[in-house]
């Protein structure tokens, strides 16, 4: 965490439907793992605990404690481990039953987010069995931690690093129109969390990519996916366990679909920090109106793993960057002919010294030229 960089992970841990033992012992093993390789966040995919696709299960009193008691199992045995867990179980508030992630830290659930928009159309029926966020602000549940827990939208914050800061989302909540983390960004969230349980369909993944990278860019933001695998293909859906960290429009690591795996990288929240202030039309939303829970983590060093390119301004080496230069040079010719053209210039000028930023102007003075139709003697080069 030293250098504002945070090392974070997300994972598709094997699971058995409606088995919640087996699926606390598999995330538990992905927490482990995570801790080994210095993570500091661990995003796990929707209802994980006990399976996404349990079906009119989730009206069973035995699921609902056994998930009750899946979280309290994870609490107690990772209790040691310096990791940020979300996980995704149901949770039972009022009379209602919820779609959930439990924010959990060693030993200690520090918050649980209900999902906001639950989809209900194609193969979809969550509104069978859940309800959708409750309005209004953060109020408190029972049951499933040490005295009331936090319940609602809300924001984790570090009290060592104040950049970082993040909030969770589930799965379809990034597709709807207006996403919940749109206004956690505003209002501090550096990091968004998103557990998902994202059914695979041809061209999917490309699409899934397409969101999460887009959605880091606009909220200049980390996004980490952590997306259902093959575990819960028990009945005409698959799933590919395809998860993502993305950060600012770019996409740092993924695991591959169909691969019981981990992805692993690091945030560089102060980054953002800056780009958010460098940016003007970045919103400064309302901290006060989400519940802060803060938690402490001490700083340590993050050994970084993510690409950091020799030339950051240029792709490399290969049809990425031939593009990229071809598109430079159109740009500039283009720009030089409207000029040409509007003061009626009868020549171009251009001093050549032999090196690269002569030859290029050179070369861009040609291409206007030809953009206006007129011959190459009409550039002297001097």
Not at 86 to 92: D, E, N, Q, Y
Not at 166 to 184: G, K, Q
Not at 202 to 230: H, I, P
């Amino acid at each position: 965490m030293q250098d504002g960089f945070i090392k974070v992970a997300v994972a598709t841990p094997e699971i058995r439907v409606a088995d919640c033992v087996f699926n606390t012992a598999a995330a538990v093993g992905m927490a482990r793992r995570a801790a080994q390789c210095g993570a500091r966040l661990l995003v796990l995919p929707e209802l994980c605990l006990t399976g996404y696709t349990c079906g009119d299960l989730f009206l069973r009193e035995t699921l609902i404690e056994g998930a009750r008691a899946a979280l309290a199992s994870l609490c107690a045995q990772t209790r040691a481990l310096p990791v940020l867990i979300v996980a995704g179980l149901p949770v039972v508030s009022g009379a209602k039953l919820y779609n959930c992630a439990a924010v959990v830290y060693q030993g200690r659930v520090l918050g649980i987010v209900p999902k906001t928009h639950l989809p209900n159309y194609g193969e979809f029926y969550e509104r069978r069995w859940f309800v959708p966020a409750p309005d209004g602000s953060c109020g408190f549940v029972r049951g499933y931690g040490e005295g009331e827990v936090p319940f609602g939208r809300m924001l984790f914050q570090c009290e060592e690093l104040g950049e970082f800061c993040f909030a969770v989302e589930l799965c379809e909540d990034l597709w709807a129109p207006v996403a919940p983390s749109a206004a956690y960004a505003a209002a501090g969230a550096a990091v968004i969390a998103n557990l998902s349980a994202s059914v695979e369909t041809v061209g999917k993944d490309d699409y899934r990519r397409a969101l999460v990278t887009g959605q880091s860019g606009r909220l200049v933001c980390g996004y980490l996916y952590a997306n259902a695998g093959e575990g819960e293909s028990t009945t005409d859906l698959v799933f590919s366990g395809h998860s993502m960290i993305a950060e600012n429009g770019s996409m740092l690591a993924q695991t591959g679909r169909f691969e019981q795996t981990m992805a692993v990288s690091e945030i560089d929240v102060q980054r953002l920090a800056f780009e958010r202030r460098r940016l003007t039309t970045f919103p400064a939303g309302d901290a006060q109106s989400f519940l802060t829970i803060p938690f402490s983590m001490p700083l340590t060093e993050t050994k970084l793993t993510r690409p950091v390119p020799a030339l950051p301004f240029v792709p490399p080496k290969g049809p990425g960057r031939d593009q990229c230069c071809a598109g430079i040079l159109q740009v500039q010719a283009h720009g030089l002919k409207k000029r040409i053209d509007h003061t009626g210039a009868k020549t171009a000028v251009v001093g050549i010294s032999g090196g690269l930023d002569s030859a290029l102007a050179l070369l861009v003075c040609v291409r206007a030229m030809e953009l206006l139709g007129r011959p190459h003697t009409d550039v002297h080069a001097v």
